[in-house]
């Protein structure tokens, strides 16, 4: 009978264990559009939602900047702390999954007790001094009828998948950062060459100018311009060098080093534009951690609805205990001794002044915070994509423009230089001319690093990776 009593409870709350409180949950609805408006002839691609991002910056092609990223894995402390909180979210879920499964748990004791002669209704043959042993063991087992355990489990796990994603989402953002950052300054290395070569440009013409001068050629101003020219151009050299510093220092945080132990060599910067095929706006939702992240972030608030609603109804539980109880030690484990108990029991709340209304209430706001933070993230992934792809748009015809101009400018310098030597000009036309081509190669440089930064970003914005492209893929037409 005892036995046909526990299956009947066994089986009553089997059929009642799928009762859950959470909403239906639901992808907050996003307006994508079917095309990005500034990917003009970019190559489109469809990326799968699990492809892995890879060592995306070994398409620059520079050994130097593929070494600093393997440090950021390793060696940032921002991306390390990311994953202590990952080890705190798993734990969180491993502690909500411990509540399916029972609590076992044991006792023994023993103690030799007096009882007061004087005790009420102490028969005669009771005797004064007696023993006390018991050992125990029970079982207790939460049926979760209403699904609270289980949406526990489930904002747990929702949370510990966002952990990972945040985790991902802050290696790309760190990647991305030092390619930026190393780009920027190797374009600085470019310039510090290019100032070093007009610098010695500049002293010859002043010594040129000198000459000429003590040959009552050239005025005592054409001295004077000669010199502010070349003081001007070593004064930018210092300005290169400091500017070149703070990137330094920048590199060296994000790889995790001290800034004043870190130092790189001047180099060439990466020459190799990549194709980076732009996708389609879908492909986002599939390929940015950041997206992912804040979509099991509304995961967990839905769950966690599920736990605020179960409060309302008893927290049912069945228990199972059973030992031996005896007064003497010997024969202490026999049957005369046992004892046991079984059944469920009903702990429930009927008055708490609103308290679990008001926790529902804040679980249903948490989820709509949740979903707009959603829609926010991916109206903001769009941004940057459309951002980084109109600024290599722009960028490339900027570039084609800016390369005439250089090769018309240095054709304006040796024009002047000529003349001036043949007397003809004065030398303010000479250093109108030097300004122009300086100007101009300046500018050509600042294009190829910020073409170089855009496309870093771009890689950023589109979640770090694509689909397999050939190694050689010509850089795209600027679009006109």
């Known amino acids: 009978m005892v036995r046909r009593r526990v299956c009947t409870v066994l089986i009553a709350a089997a059929l009642v264990s799928g009762c859950s409180f959470a909403p239906p949950y639901q992808v907050p609805p996003s307006a ?22 890879g060592e995306w910056w070994t398409v620059y092609r520079d050994p130097v900047l593929d070494e600093l990223e393997s440090r950021v894995a390793s060696a940032n402390p921002d991306l390390a702390a990311a994953m202590a909180r990952h080890d705190q979210a798993q734990a969180y879920l491993d502690q909500a999954r411990a509540g399916l499964f029972p609590t076992i748990g044991a006792y023994a004791q023993f103690s030799r007790s007096r009882q007061s002669d004087n005790r009420p209704l102490r028969g005669a043959t009771q005797p004064a001094l007696y023993n006390s042993a018991t050992v125990d063991a029970g079982l207790n087992y939460d049926l979760d009828l209403w699904g609270k355990v289980r949406n526990e489990v489930a904002a747990g796990k929702a949370g510990e998948q966002a952990s990972q994603y945040d985790i991902e989402s802050l290696r790309l953002s760190l990647q991305a950062k030092l390619a930026e ?19 010695r440009t500049y002293e010859h013409a002043l010594q040129l100018t000198e000459s000429r001068h003590g040959g009552g050629i050239a005025s005592d101003l054409d001295v004077s311009r000669a010199q502010t020219q070349l003081e001007s151009a070593r004064a930018s050299v210092e300005d290169v060098s400091a500017r070149r510093a703070l990137y330094e220092h920048a590199i060296a945080t994000i790889a995790g080093e001290a800034a004043s132990k870190f130092s790189l060599a001047p180099a060439v910067a990466p ?42 109804f008893p927290d049912v539980s069945l228990g199972l205990d059973g030992g031996y109880q005896s007064t003497t030690l010997s024969p202490w484990l026999a049957a005369p001794n046992e004892m046991w108990s079984i059944g469920p029991s009903l702990l429930v709340t009927l008055f708490d002044g609103g ?13 709509a915070e949740n979903g707009e933070k959603y829609k926010a993230t991916v109206l903001l992934a769009l941004q940057q994509v459309e951002d980084q792809l109109s600024q290599l748009h722009y960028l490339g015809n900027e570039s084609a423009k800016e390369g005439r101009a250089l090769s018309a400018a240095q054709r304006t310098l040796e024009l002047s230089m000529s003349r001036y030597r043949d007397g003809v000009v004065s030398y303010l036309d000479v250093v109108t001319a030097q300004a122009m081509e300086l100007e101009t190669q300046t500018s050509v440089l600042d294009l190829q690093t910020r073409e170089l930064m855009a496309s870093a970003a771009l890689i950023d914005a589109l979640g770090g990776g694509w689909a397999n492209e050939p190694a050689d893929t010509p850089k795209p037409p600027a679009m006109k």
């Open 32 to 53: 994508m559009p079917s095309a990005f408006k500034e990917a003009g002839g970019w190559q489109l691609a469809q990326p799968a939602d699990r492809m892995p991002r």
């Open 181 to 199: 950052a190393y780009f920027h300054l190797r374009g600085l290395d470019q310039q510090q060459e290019l100032l070093a070569d007009t610098v």
């Open 271 to 312: 020459t190799y534009l990549p194709s980076i095929p732009a996708g389609v706006p879908l492909a986002l939702l599939q390929r940015r951690p950041d997206i992912a992240a804040a979509e099991r972030h509304v995961a967990q608030a839905n769950a966690q609805i599920g736990v605020a609603k179960a409060a309302f």
């Open 355 to 367: 308290r679990r209304a008001a926790v529902t209430r804040q679980a249903q706001a948490k989820l």
